[in-house]
């Protein structure tokens, strides 16, 4: 089943992708070329998915959108495992003074709701891409740091770990022989669980627009300039929110996938 599971993700993930990676290189029109006599065209040979309020081609802001989306939730996701997991790591292994001031400091960024959190970000230094991807970070930052510190402490007296500290191995050695080995697993399904919810964030800044701003494309902008006319033109609001849902879902999926098989070669290298 979990076989199944794995190639469906990553045929949902291929639609997006292979959509992001092609607009690097082509897109029917450009995302910013108007057309106002040609406006609510329906799918035709032209414009397969249509033309929205200004004449745009849906499908060309579409393959754009799928770009900033999944490269503003990958980078901003492994900005937010790298820094975290090294806070994690270091605030686990510290002398307990040390670790209090850490967990404190998480402990007060979780207590923030992630939106909220990204919001105050960008409304003090401006929306735009950048500060996107940077509030985004911020905000993934605590929730790794706090996964690897509990995923340490769970094994800091394990008999491999005691065994390894008596023989004389140094804390970095034991780290990267013990420790990460037995934590990737969980960290790999939270880093992709994690660039569904980056998404999921950078489309509801946007949608607000304090995200990725005219005249560029993403989920929630499309989202959020249909609006107004999904009940008369439902075809201008479904391309984007499917597209949505399928890539958080691609991505959730491959992430319990990803974990149940590293597990399983956790324990036959056991």
């Known amino acids: 089943m979990r076989k199944y599971l794995l190639i469906l993700s990553i045929v949902l993930l291929l639609i997006p992708s292979t959509l992001g990676l092609v607009s690097l290189f082509y897109t029917p029109y450009p995302i910013t070329q108007m057309d106002l006599g040609n406006r609510f065209s329906g799918m035709s040979t032209e414009h397969l998915l249509g033309t929205d309020q200004f ?34 790591i270091i605030s686990a292994l510290s002398k307990k003074w040390i670790s209090m001031i850490f967990l404190r400091f998480i402990d007060g960024m979780l207590a923030f709701p992630g939106i909220v959190l990204a919001m105050m970000f960008v409304v003090v230094f401006g929306d735009g891409i950048y500060s996107t991807l940077v509030a985004i970070a911020i905000f993934m930052i ?56 980056a998404i999921l964030i950078e489309s509801a800044l946007s949608y607000l627009g304090l995200g990725v701003v005219p005249p560029n494309a993403s989920f929630g902008l499309m989202l959020k300039e249909a609006q107004s006319f999904m009940l008369s033109y439902p075809y201008l609001i479904l391309p984007s929110g499917i597209l949505l849902v399928i890539t958080v879902l691609g991505l959730n999926l491959m992430g319990d996938t990803l974990n149940d098989r590293l597990m399983k070669l956790g324990d036959t290298n056991d």
Do not use: C, N
């Open 55 to 88: 004449g745009r081609d849906i499908l060309s802001r579409l393959m754009v959108a799928s770009r900033y989306a999944l490269l503003l939730g990958t980078v901003s996701v492994t900005l937010g495992l790298f820094i975290g997991s090294l806070i994690g």
């Open 142 to 197: 605590p929730i790794f740091a706090r996964l690897t510190y509990s995923l340490i402490k769970e094994q800091q007296h394990a008999l491999y770990i005691v065994a390894a500290k008596s023989i004389g191995l140094s804390t970095t050695r034991i780290v990267w022989r013990h420790y990460l080995p037995v934590i990737l697993p969980r960290l790999v399904t939270q880093f992709s669980a994690s660039i569904g919810s």
